[in-house]
């Protein structure tokens, strides 16, 4: 740990902390080991969420006294020791010494700076303190900051859901404000937009007390938005300005001969733009294997009349699930096909269930409207316009509940066959809850002019997030190991054909 803290000081003369770049080339320079370039990257994530919600600045020297605080918890535990907490008046003790062993070594003594420095920072010699702040640093639960209050260690195999901790006030102000500039930059704005709000989404949704990161390049989301909106006004202009269906026929297939390779770049930026704990997702197959799965999957589906969507699903799901990765391990997928047959007719049957109960309440309110207008003819009028207004309103309330169905039924499936390595997902959604979540969130943005989007999108994430549940029994130890493999593997440098379509 000496050495590591050895580097620690020399940050305070650098800015390695303004981008991942510089940061990494300080790692290489000083030639720092893995484990700690991984406890120096886990800083710099936990300190840059905490700037996504605007609790405190970064600085070199901040996140340098945060990886002391993250290396004096992992390295007792590596050696089977029982880990001392480290607490925020022990944290400005380790920021007294190192500014009196900075002062020490311009007068010349650095040997004794060296020594205050590591005597500081080596966890045995801190004293234990109760209840205080630790800056979110990783505490297992056999490190608990009160020594009075031990947590109990959860049992392995135990599933635990996802936490989002944004509020609507928060979002509000990032909506409104994102709305005001894509209204006066005429959209151009919008791709900037979705990165500010998906960074809030990401930096509030957490797992195990880490928060996922959103690192998406605004002009890659353009960029997609901008060869949409090409094709769609070249196809629009040659079919109702020029009136020649030719040129419109071949820009409709121009763009759908384009599609497999626009969704493929489009699943891949989406993975490679979010992280957790520093390590990044991935997608790993071409768009070669996308042409392939379409052209099949697309005649199969003509030549049965759609009867093989299920099966056809099912193989998207496996070619996406499959061929990503965390860090250096892949996910996998074991959805069956005959079991996804069977998913599909229990939405058709909840489907012909809600169109039944449906059909009975407009029936009734039909024939009494109808009683009601016969008795008294000056109340027709208004009847009309309640059984037309009852009309939409079970509609929407049809199509809202059938996606409800479809979403709860094939995500549940779908998240219970996926797994990474020996870390197991499940989600618990509830047709019925889903879909009055869905019905009432529409109904709340009819009424309220689309004022109270931010609500209805908060709180659709609050539900979902919190019946989204991951199994890790060694989640730590794996992280690690895929931050390791990660730095092996390296990263593509294709930033050029980054494509975001909202897939």
Do not use: C
Request: glycine share 4%; proline share 3%.
């Amino acid at each position: 740990m000496s050495k590591f803290n050895s580097h620690l000081r020399d940050l305070y003369n650098w800015s390695a902390f303004e981008s991942d770049e510089t940061l990494s080339r300080f790692i290489e320079e000083k030639k720092l080991s893995p484990e700690d370039a991984f406890y120096l990257r886990r800083a710099k994530t936990l300190l840059h969420q905490h700037m996504d919600r605007g609790n405190s600045n970064l600085t070199d020297a901040t996140i340098v006294d945060k990886a002391i605080v993250i290396k004096s918890k992992f390295e007792p535990i590596k050696n089977s020791q029982t880990p001392t907490p480290v607490t925020l008046d022990e944290l400005d003790e380790i920021r007294s010494l190192n500014k009196k062993a900075s002062t020490s070594d311009e007068h010349g003594d650095s040997s004794q700076a060296e020594t205050t420095q590591l005597t500081a920072t080596t966890p045995q010699t801190l004293q234990e303190t109760k209840n205080v702040d630790t800056l979110d640093s990783p505490t297992p639960p056999t490190a608990n900051l009160d020594p009075t209050e031990v947590e109990k260690p959860k049992d392995k195999g135990e599933y635990e859901a996802l936490e989002f901790r944004g509020s609507t006030k928060e979002y509000f102000k990032i909506w409104i404000v994102n709305a005001f500039f894509t209204l006066a930059t005429l959209g151009i704005y919008s791709a900037w937009a979705k990165v500010r709000t998906n960074r809030y989404f990401y930096a509030n949704t957490f797992y195990k007390d880490d928060a996922f990161e959103y690192t998406a390049n605004p002009l890659s989301i353009l960029k997609g938005r901008v060869l949409i909106v090409l094709f769609y006004g070249a196809f629009i202009y040659s079919a109702q300005v020029l009136l020649n269906p030719t040129i419109a026929l071949s820009i409709a297939a121009v763009a759908l001969l384009a599609m497999p390779w626009i969704i493929n770049r489009a699943i891949k930026f989406k993975l490679k733009t979010v992280k957790y704990r520093n390590v990044n997702f991935a997608y790993h197959k071409d768009a070669g294997e996308f042409y392939k799965f379409f052209t099949i999957h697309t005649l199969l589906n003509i030549l049965t009349i759609g009867l093989a969507y299920p099966y056809s699903l099912n193989k998207f799901k496996e070619l996406v699930v499959s061929n990503s990765s965390y860090g250096g391990e892949k996910f996998s997928y074991s959805g069956k096909t005959g079991e996804m047959y069977g998913n599909y007719l229990l939405v058709i049957a909840h489907t012909l269930v809600l169109v039944f109960v449906f059909g009975v309440i407009v029936g009734a309110s039909t024939y009494i409207m109808k009683r009601v207008s016969m008795t008294s003819p000056d109340m027709m009028w208004l009847m009309m316009m309640g059984s037309i207004a009852m009309s939409y309103l079970i509609y929407i309330a049809s199509l809202t509940y059938t996606k409800a169905i479809y979403d709860a039924i094939i995500q549940n499936y779908s998240w219970k066959n996926s797994s990474l390595g020996g870390i197991k997902f499940r989600t618990n959604y509830k047709s019925s809850k889903l879909g009055w979540i869905y019905f009432s969130n529409l109904v709340v943005l009819i009424l309220s002019l689309g004022l109270l989007y931010p609500w209805t999108k908060v709180r659709v994430t609050k539900y979902k997030t919190q019946n989204f549940e991951i199994k890790s029994d060694d989640l730590d130890n794996f992280v690690v190991t895929a931050q390791k493999e990660q730095s092996a593997v390296g990263e593509e440098f294709d930033d050029f054909f980054d494509i975001d379509i909202g897939f």
